[in-house]
C-alpha cells in the first residue's frame, strides 16, 4: 500500500498529521543543509518506530536539536548527550543520539569538500538505492537501507514517494527532484 492511500485509510487527527507531511513535505526537494540534516535525523529516529511517532515529535525534536542547525549540533558536548537523553520531547536512544552529533561532523565535512550537504548529495546522484546504501553506510552513522531509501525518496533523490495517480505527485514534478531526470 502507497502512503498516498494509506492516508486514506485514517480519521481524524491521524489523518491530518499524515496528511500535511504528504502534501506539503513527502518527496519535495530540499534545498536547504540543516532542513536535509533534519530529515536525516527523523528518519533515523524513525527505525523501530511508526513515522507518526516521529512525525508528532518533530517540533520537539527541531527544539532539542538546535532548529537542526548543523554547526551547533556537531559541537555538542557530553552535557548535550545528556540533555538530550533526558528529553521526554524525542527518541531517547543513546546510539540515534550519538549518530546525530557524529552525522552532523559528517556533514560539515562534506560541506567543506563540496560547499554544501545537498551538492554532495547532487554530486552522487543518480545512484541505485544499493549503492546510495554503501554511500551513506560509509559517511553516516546509523543508515541503514529503509533509512537510506526514505530519506532519499522523502528528499526527491529517488522516486516512489507519491502513486502516480496522487494529486501531490504532479506539485511534486513541478518542484524538480532529481530523480525526474533519471
Known sequence: MSYCSYIETM????KDLHKIYHDQHYGFPIHDDDELFGRLLMEINQAGLSWE?????????????????????AAYKEADRERLLADPGIIRNRLKINAAIENAKAIILLQKQYGSFEKWLEAHHPKAKEEWVKLFKETFRFTGGEIVNEFLMSTGYLPGAHAKDCPVYHK??????LWRNI
Open 11 to 14: 480519521e481524524g487527527a491521524k
Open 172 to 177: 511534486v514534478l513541478k518542484a524538480k527532484p
Open 53 to 73: 511517532t516521529v512525525l508528532k515529535k518533530e517540533q520537539s525534536f527541531r527544539k532539542a536539536y538546535s532548529k537542526f542547525n548543523i554547526k551547533k549540533v
